[in-house]
């Protein structure tokens, strides 16, 4: 019975036209790759290759091969696709991330893709702890974690060495950089752009589950007062009623855009009263990564692919 490997290295080779560069592209060797071409024509029962002084190119029945390989890989492709997604839908899938907004962000996508998908998330600021729930070999309190948590979002970038030696598989998602929020009748909110150092020393409103962020804030702010707001809805009224400083992020504002699939409820859209400035510093950006083990990537292949894309409509 012909293998689908078999079909792809068969078209690798009609795109690339040799042996030897369709062997590079594949990370095999000519003479393995040549043994594949022969078993196929064993397969087949039919020549697929006219061979002349040691030069090998399809024929026109190998031609046609071509084509229907094309047609079976694209099949079965789909094929594994609708069953890894009804897979999906048929369980619960739980996040842990180390930022509120990208996790929101990322169960909104997941959400709109697989709508009878339960998802299940929690907030973390420490990334070794949230990377440690998600290896294949944690042990202990991470060990529990890691059985019940199917993806996370961290900062940090995963090297290919990194990824290989922990049984993982980490992904860009999202980048997000800080704004800050002030009247439109400040003088602030004439600036394009600002840096922390241009308002250290003003009063600004937070929520306590801003993640590291609040490490960021905290670090370049010190002679503001900041003032947590443990209740969202006292968080939303002094923001509204009042003149005190607040931050939003590239992500948020995003989300309030018209052509936005995962568009923000009109009592959560930005203050028309308010002029939402981009701030500079190196470390108001940060990128995103979904973390998932090796060993989900066939089910959880599609989702993750969903994520990044959806994910671009978030950056400003």
């Not at 066939?298 to 994910?311: C, D, I, N, S, Y």
Request: one cysteine or more; glycine letters at 4%.
């Amino acid at each position: 019975m012909v293998n689908t490997a078999d079909l792809r290295q068969l078209v690798t080779f009609a795109r690339k036209g040799t042996l030897s560069a369709a062997a590079r592209e594949l990370h095999m060797s000519q003479p393995s790759l040549t043994r594949t071409m022969h078993r196929l024509e064993a397969e087949f029962k039919v020549s697929l290759f006219d061979r002349n002084s040691g030069s090998v190119a399809l024929n026109a029945t190998g031609q046609l091969a071509v084509q229907e390989a094309e047609r079976v890989i694209e099949l079965h492709d789909q094929m594994l696709e609708r069953v890894r997604a009804f897979y999906l839908q048929q369980r619960s899938i739980s996040i842990l991330s180390c930022a509120p907004l990208p996790l929101t962000i990322v169960e909104r996508i997941i959400a709109n893709a697989y709508p009878d998908l339960t998802i299940q998330s929690a907030l973390e600021e420490d990334e070794d702890v949230v990377l440690q729930a998600i290896e294949p070999d944690a042990e202990g309190p991470a060990g529990a974690a890691g059985a019940h948590v199917d993806l996370t979002i961290v900062r940090r970038p995963l090297s290919a060495d990194e990824q290989k030696a922990r049984g993982l598989v980490c992904v860009p998602v999202l980048r997000e950089t800080l704004y800050l929020s002030v009247p439109k009748d400040h003088l602030l909110a004439q600036r394009e752009s600002l840096h922390f150092s241009d308002f250290n020393g003003y009063s600004i409103i937070l929520r306590p589950d801003i993640g590291f962020w609040m490490d960021v804030v905290r670090q370049h702010l010190p002679a503001s007062q900041l003032l947590v707001q443990q209740d969202a809805k006292a968080f939303h009224t002094i923001a509204a009623q009042s003149d005190f400083f607040y931050f939003s992020t590239s992500a948020f504002l995003a989300m309030a855009d018209e052509d936005n699939p995962l568009q923000l409820p009109g009592e959560h859209r930005p203050d028309p009263s308010r002029a939402f400035i981009k701030i500079l510093d190196e470390d108001a950006t940060s990128e995103f990564y979904c973390v998932c083990r090796a060993e989900q990537l066939p089910a959880l292949g599609g989702l993750l692919r969903e994520v990044q894309t959806a994910g671009k409509a978030f950056e400003r």
